[in-house]
Nanobody, 124 residues
Framework: QVQLVESGGGLVQAGGSLRLSCAASRRTFTDYFMGWFRQAPGKEREFVAVIRWNTGIEYYADSVKGRFTVSREDAENTVSLQMNSLTSEDTAVYYC?????????????????WGQGTQVTVSS
């Protein structure tokens, strides 16, 4: 079993920045994706950004392109999400996920492991 532990959520004013981190207890698959989804109250869980571990290729939702950056620390099995220019629309619980979804990286059903979630609240 793989444990994913998130950190870094909190309250920030609109226009501010936050950095989330997620540490995996061990490597998951030979070639896997690791990154972030979010869920706002009353809404479905949505894709934010992931990185394909073996290649380092990053994938982003259109709503966060240019504002968020996903990165990995290979030696520490850690993925981070740098969030800049935050707006109230970014308020949600952010979940770290890991799995081998290949072309279906936007589909949360394709991920095997999940963190407990961390709250991000952006005040306007």
């Amino acid at each position: 079993q793989v444990q994913l532990v998130e950190s870094g959520g909190g309250l920030v004013q609109a226009g501010g920045s936050l950095r989330l981190s997620c540490a995996a207890s061990r490597r998951t698959f030979t070639d896997y994706f690791m990154g972030w989804f979010r869920q706002a109250p009353g809404k479905e869980r949505e894709f934010v950004a992931v990185i394909r571990w073996n290649t380092g290729i990053e994938y982003y939702a259109d709503s966060v392109k240019g504002r968020f950056t996903v990165s990995r620390e290979d030696a520490e099995n850690t993925v981070s999400l740098q969030m800049n220019s935050l707006t109230s629309e970014d308020t949600a619980v952010y979940y770290c996920a890991a799995g081998g979804p290949s072309n279906y990286y936007k589909d949360p059903q394709r991920y095997t492991y999940w963190g407990q979630g961390t709250q991000v609240t952006v005040s306007s």
